[in-house]
Every structure is written in structure tokens, then in C-alpha cells.
């Protein structure tokens, strides 16, 4: 249920985000199931986080638990599901939190004003409307209890290595500096990834 620790936790949220929506909703619900199972928010690289989706709720989850894209401590894999992996290095307690579907299902109306401002169809009411059904459903969601909300499983999991700091090379195309792990050799010279694909025509990004 939604504490006064949990409406402050999603103010937090709501600064760093730039607006109310249920996706940074399940985003603090699931950080603080994160911080009252495995410890505080990671100042370094205590406790890491792997997302399975990069949507409003990873900005929750990086500005309350403190795994961070920029530290190296949050990982995602690119899967499109809403599952969120938590592990505290120091006790290897590990946890998975997936979200139930019917829990954050938006209705039909709510569905299809969005599909209209993604369209840029929706008139200036249509838009209003959209963000009270959207503050609506970011507010139920911090009220669902939690069993209804996400199934939290403790689960064994190998740490992640430690973020590691690495040297930088000069692309020899456009001179900008590349980290040693991303250069691509071609003749036997360093490239940045961009410039490689520019001369190959390939794709070495997946
Ligand atoms: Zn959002
Ligand atoms: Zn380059």
C-alpha cells in the first residue's frame, strides 16, 4: 500500500522523470521493494539492477536505488518485459520482481487516447483528459497491495563483474577518442564503431 515513504519515494521520482505516469508507479513500487529487502540506495557498485525494458519506470529505479546507467551498476537487456532483477553484492541476495500484466493494464479508452497523441491527433481536451487517466493510474498502482501488484522471488544469481575502467584510443577517421574494448581494427588501424560502418556498410551493433 502506498506509505508516506513510498508518495515521497515517487516525488523523488517524479522530479528526476518530469512527470506522473504509471510506469514510474511500478518504478518506485518495485525500488522499494529493493531497498527494504537488499539495503540502502548503492552510493558505488553495492547493489546492482538488471531491467528487461527501458521505459519511465528504469528513471524510478535509477534515481531511488541508485543503480545507474552511468555507474555500470544497472544492466539492461533488452527483452520488452516488465521484470526487474536486484542483487546486493555483499549478502548475494538476489531478486526478481515481475509485474503482473492485469495489474497495470490501461483500459481501452485510456489506451486509445495514447495511441492518438503518439499520432498527434488528440485535440487539447483529449490531452487533458490523457493526463488524468495517466495520474489516476500511476495513483492506483502505488495502492495495489503487492501481491497483486508483482510476484518477488529470491533467486541465485551470479554477481556481475565490477564496472572496469578502460583506456581510450583515437579513431583514426574522425579523431574522437573510443574506448580500447569498442575500437574495431581495420588495415591494421583503430576506428570508432560509427566510422567502421561507414567503411564496411555493416553492422557491428546488435
Ligand atoms: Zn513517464
Ligand atoms: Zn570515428
Redesign the pocket.
Given at each position: 500500500m502506498c506509505s508516506t515513504n513510498t508518495g515521497s519515494m515517487l516525488e523523488t521520482a517524479i522530479r528526476f522523470?518530469?512527470?506522473?505516469?504509471?510506469?514510474?508507479a511500478i518504478g518506485t513500487r518495485v525500488s522499494e521493494i529493493a531497498l527494504r529487502e537488499l539495503g540502502k540506495p548503492a552510493k558505488d557498485e553495492e547493489m546492482f539492477a538488471i531491467v528487461e525494458n527501458n521505459?519511465?519506470g528504469v528513471?524510478a529505479i535509477q534515481v531511488l536505488t541508485g543503480c545507474t546507467f552511468g555507474k555500470g551498476n544497472l544492466i539492461f537487456n533488452d527483452f520488452g518485459k516488465s521484470v526487474y532483477t536486484f542483487m546486493n553484492r555483499k549478502n548475494q541476495k538476489a531478486l526478481r520482481i515481475s509485474i503482473r500484466k492485469d495489474a497495470v493494464q490501461m483500459n481501452n479508452e485510456h489506451l486509445d487516447l495514447f495511441a492518438r497523441i503518439k499520432d498527434k491527433t488528440a485535440t487539447e481536451a483529449e490531452i487533458d483528459i490523457f493526463s488524468q487517466m495517466h495520474i489516476k493510474k500511476s495513483n492506483e498502482i502505488m495502492d495495489l497491495p503487492e501481491k497483486d501488484l508483482m510476484i518477488i522471488k529470491e533467486i541465485d544469481l551470479k554477481p556481475l563483474p565490477m564496472a572496469r575502467i578502460h583506456e581510450s584510443m583515437e579513431c583514426t577517421i574522425c579523431g574522437e577518442s573510443v574506448m580500447e574494448t569498442r575500437v574495431m581494427l581495420l588495415g591494421g588501424a583503430y576506428h570508432c564503431i560509427p566510422c567502421f560502418e561507414k567503411l564496411t556498410e555493416t553492422s557491428v551493433r546488435k
Open positions: 522523470h518530469g512527470h506522473q505516469c504509471p510506469g514510474l521505459s519511465c528513471d
